[in-house]
């Protein structure tokens, strides 16, 4: 079992590793040239290189990202009780909100531009446009799934729609909301790169764009490998605190 | 307030109920013309095959439902709405699973008034009071433990506490040992028979075990399947206290067959 455990916890590294030497080994067996396809050690290198640089665009995107993806909890929270505990709001919003979720976020950049020009409000935006939707379902599926029974036990004790939603509805939709956190926050860091791609003067998306065009493909590289890590370590960060706040939700199961 | 008549504590006078206009226009009804008189601490167990409005039969009990036809008179009051005074238990136990037992059982108590505005302030006393509720249905041990820890008899055992701690003057049941094995089953019965001797509340124990209903009720009502009438009423006569020997004598055994036969007929016709 507790080897079983360990195992689980280091593969994920194993992988990577894996990945990273079959990469180098078929670069340098085949001569592949550094400016199509750069090698794991040329991305290295680049990035050491380029470190300050990388850094500065990095923190720059961390924090457009966290800037969205904080009004993307705040709208998508409220929007998801209106719609959980309302049924008329979740008939009238839910087909709605489908229909604007299918559009493609990178398809606002420019009308945002318009409206707030080059820089962090695009950017803001389109992680917040991107990432608000799976919070929002999720806290309104929390909400609206309360079984009919206990709803009948508290409702004859005069019992509010507000007291259900507060006792029972909210700390419910809990697990469902930080499950939602963790993929939210991965779509926030795809919407800010998205945007800085088409119109920042600043952070990773602007990196990769300005690097690609000077054909630097290894800072390209190290630009994204960048992104990944800081979507990585956040998605983690959620996981661990939903762990943390809901093992009732994660334990629960077996005992059912 | 007919004069004359003897008033029980639950009084059903000629009840019909749809469950909307639609249905009320098209005269489909989940019960028909229900009239029933309980007395104060009565038990009483209404059984029928499923679909035969047992349910509704306790949403009008507790007000959660008002007729569209006839009245009901509780406690000398007419029912206009939720009655307070009513704890409900369900074949699913829906506890929280993410508070205590004890809190758990709390529950109610933080929302019904008179406790509800002093729940801060007599919170340790409303907490040993809970943990006392738990201690006598065998649940000693298990106040801090979450929900998932405990099996499924247990989890029933704390569900009908949480039904039970604001005092209520009537417990409604519906199916409550329905998911459980037979032995479990039994132990219930045993411990709900208990609870009922020591605070004589009344109790609507809505089921289709025959034996479950004839083992604990003064009173049992047969239903008819839908639309829901009542076909018989029967006052299970054995004399009390019962223990689970009764239930293998022979007019135990014979009453149970009797409303068998009735339920028999109501699946024929």
């Known amino acids: ?256 | 307030m007919t004069a004359g008549a003897p008033q029980g504590f639950v009084e059903f006078d000629r009840v019909w109920l749809a469950y909307n206009e639609e249905l009320l226009a098209k005269n489909q009804f989940a019960v028909e013309d229900i009239t029933l008189s309980v007395r104060e601490g009565e038990f009483i167990a209404i059984v029928g095959p499923s679909g035969c409005g047992k349910s509704t039969f306790m949403k009008l009990a507790t007000g959660l439902k008002l007729p569209s036809m006839g009245s009901i008179r509780i406690g000398g009051e007419r029912v206009t709405g939720p009655l307070k005074f009513t704890g409900m238990a369900f074949q699913a136990p829906s506890l929280l699973p993410w508070r205590t037992t004890v809190d758990n059982v709390l529950l109610p108590l933080e929302i019904v008034e008179p406790y509800r505005s002093n729940f801060r302030a007599k919170r340790a006393e409303y907490e040993a009071r809970a943990r006392a509720l738990l201690q006598s249905v065998g649940l000693a041990g298990y106040e801090d433990k979450y929900p998932w820890q405990l099996s499924g008899g247990m989890q029933q055992r704390a569900s009908i506490c949480r039904a039970l701690i604001h005092e209520p003057r009537m417990l409604l049941l519906d199916e409550p040992f329905g998911a459980l094995d037979a032995f479990t089953r039994e132990e219930l019965w045993n411990t709900l028979r208990d609870l009922w001797t020591q605070q004589q509340f009344n109790v609507i124990l809505v089921t289709h075990d025959l034996r479950e209903a004839v083992y604990l009720a003064d009173t049992v009502y047969v239903m008819s399947k839908s639309p829901g009438r009542i076909l018989i009423r029967r006052e299970i006569d054995l004399p009390r206290p019962r223990d689970l020997d009764i239930t293998y004598t022979e007019p135990f055994v014979n009453i149970v067959h009797e409303l068998r036969s009735h339920i028999g007929a109501v699946r024929g016709g």
Request: aromatic share 12%.
């Open chain 1, 1 to 256: 079992m507790k080897h079983q455990k360990r195992l689980e916890r280091w593969a994920p590294w194993v992988l990577l590793l894996a990945v990273v030497i079959v990469w180098q080994v078929v670069c340098s067996a085949f001569e592949v040239s550094e400016f199509i396809f750069p090698s794991p050690l040329r991305i290295w290198d680049q990035f050491l290189e380029f470190r300050g640089e990388i850094l500065r665009h990095s923190w720059r995107t961390f924090w457009v990202t966290m800037v969205g993806f904080g009004l993307a909890i705040v709208v998508g929270v409220l929007l998801g009780f209106v719609i959980g505990s309302s049924r008329l709001a979740y008939a009238a919003m839910y087909p709605l909100m489908t229909a604007f979720n299918a559009l493609p976020k990178a398809a606002f950049v420019p009308i945002l531009v318009v409206w707030f020009g080059i820089g962090v409000g695009p950017a803001v935006l389109t992680a917040f446009l991107i990432s608000f939707f799976p919070i929002t379902v999720n806290i309104a599926t929390g909400l609206a799934t309360l079984e009919p029974e206990l709803e009948d036990v508290l409702r004859v004790l005069g019992a509010k729609r507000w007291d259900v939603l507060v006792k029972v509805g909210l700390p419910r939709s809990l697990p469902h909301f930080y499950g939602s956190l963790k993929v939210a926050i991965t779509l926030a860091f795809v919407g800010t790169t998205v945007s800085e791609m088409n119109a920042a003067n600043e952070g990773i998306g602007y990196l990769l764009v300005s690097a690609g065009s000077a054909m630097q493909m290894g800072l390209a590289f190290a630009g994204l490998v960048a992104v990944g890590i800081m979507a990585m370590v956040m998605y983690e960060l959620f996981a661990w605190i939903e762990k943390r706040t809901t093992a009732w939700a994660h334990r629960g199961s077996h005992a059912a």
